[in-house]
């Protein structure tokens, strides 16, 4: 391929800096990572102004019904995610990591500014939740291969023995859209009415948010592609990628178990949190958001610094004992909370939540880019995170709400999470004894 040979033929150029070193990988970090920022950024305003959503977009005379037809809405884009996992992520793995993240951007912005500024059901009627179903559609799409895509370029620039550290920074890039969106949340509860956000202020951060994307698209569209990329003498055409693929189905089914522990306990912590604080615990919207606000701060701490304690002591030590907790432990929690709810109560159980998410996450993101086989790194990274994120974490709001109206019990959602912790322990169990791995498909 014409990119190889230009590659050889640069003149050489003298070492950098250990310095200049540091500050090009902090560069490409940022770079790389400002995207994932982007859609988490979005995706929290959703599930956080779920109210005024449902209000705006979806009008009934029961609450508890525009409720779960906004989280529908939400949860619709999830199952996007496998389409774009293997069509975006077929896209990346052929073409060069670089174009394709670029290329997810773009489709992700047109997602968030339909959801910005579509009028709601009021002037354009049934329109309205349409233009927002398909907003979420599009982000959907995109973000089934962002997340990998970003995770794998991560995998290939880190270096030596740091894989761990430098690939939590994907997920830890997200927290800082969540921190980020709920400082901004509070400061508008503030500065508002709480008429005049139902009405209208609501769609303040969602324009601050497109505002953004032109900034983001231009300082990713400098990346250069990861040399491992390079390295690859061919790349094989989608047909080959489907046979690679079909041959480990077995190994992307473990993958997507891998993920279900830190898809809901992500979304059960953060996007669902405002909602749960204020219709279950009766807190107040600023105290609903600053609880948000903290575990985002305690989930950017965890995730590089779990990470890096995976590259030192292994993957699966951290993954089997934090998934293993989330089962034993994720109900009782909440139903401690429950019994006594308080802002306080509240800090305490979340962050006790975000230690085993941020553990737990911090090691196996990366563990699932080196499980998968290099050709088809991003499309099966991809395609394991994305359907486990659509049949799990993404329904964790919707899944939340219906299971507390349906139990009559307020600490329901701990239920899920425990499941979520038990599958994932399972799966730690079959990669790391060895049951299922890679398998090369036939003729190859």
């Known amino acids: 391929m014409t990119i190889h040979s230009t590659a050889s033929a640069a003149p050489a150029t003298p070492a950098a800096s250990p310095a200049g070193r540091a500050q090009s990988k902090l560069g490409t970090v940022i770079r790389v990572t400002s995207g994932n920022f982007i859609e988490m950024y979005d995706f929290f305003l959703f599930g956080f102004y779920a109210h005024q959503i449902a209000a705006a977009f979806f009008p009934t005379t029961s609450e508890y019904a525009a409720l ?245 002591i292994g993957r699966w030590p951290v993954m089997a004992v934090c998934s293993a907790l989330a089962a034993v432990t994720a109900y009782p929690a909440l139903s401690w909370l429950i019994a006594h709810p308080s802002f306080g109560n509240m800090v305490l159980i979340e962050l006790w939540l975000s230690f085993l998410y941020g553990s737990y996450n911090g090691a196996t993101i990366v563990a699932l880019t080196e499980i998968i086989p290099v050709q088809v790194r991003t499309t099966g990274f991809s395609l394991a995170y994305s359907l486990a994120t659509a049949l799990f974490g993404g329904m964790t709001p919707l899944l939340s709400t219906w299971l507390i109206e349906a139990t009559g019990d307020k600490a329901a959602p701990g239920y899920w999470m425990a499941c979520a912790g038990a599958i994932s322990l399972v799966a730690t169990f079959l990669v790391y004894r060895g049951i299922v791995k890679e398998r090369v498909p036939a003729g190859a």
């Open 68 to 312: 779960m037809m906004t989280f529908a809405t939400f949860g619709a884009g999830f199952f996007m995610r496998p389409l774009g996992a293997i069509f975006l992520g077929s896209y990346i793995d052929r073409i060069g990591r670089r174009k394709g993240l670029v290329l997810t951007l773009g489709i992700m912005a047109s997602g968030t500014a339909l959801i910005a500024f579509v009028p709601g059901y009021a002037t354009i009627g049934l329109a309205a939740p349409l233009l927002v179903l398909i907003g979420r559609l599009l982000q959907g799409f995109s973000a089934g291969v962002e997340l990998g895509g970003v995770s794998v370029y991560l995998s290939e620039m880190a270096t030596p023995g740091n894989k761990g550290f430098y690939v939590s920074w994907q997920s830890a890039s997200q927290q800082l859209a969540v921190i980020f969106s709920a400082a901004l949340g509070y400061g508008l509860n503030h500065a508002m009415s709480k008429d005049v956000i139902a009405d209208w202020g609501w769609r303040i951060p969602f324009f601050i948010g497109c505002s953004i994307i032109p900034v983001v698209f231009y300082i990713r569209r400098s990346l250069q592609e990861t040399q491992a990329y390079l390295a690859q003498k061919s790349h094989p055409t989608f047909r080959q990628m489907m046979r690679t693929m079909a041959a480990n189905w077995p190994l992307v089914v473990v993958g997507a178990m891998l993920v279900v522990m830190t898809t809901v306990a992500f979304y059960l912590i953060t996007v669902y949190t405002p909602t749960f604080g204020k219709s279950v615990l009766k807190l107040s919207t600023e105290d609903s958001l600053l609880v948000t606000l903290i575990i985002g701060l305690s989930n950017f701490i965890w995730l590089p610094v779990m990470g890096a304690v995976s590259d030192r």
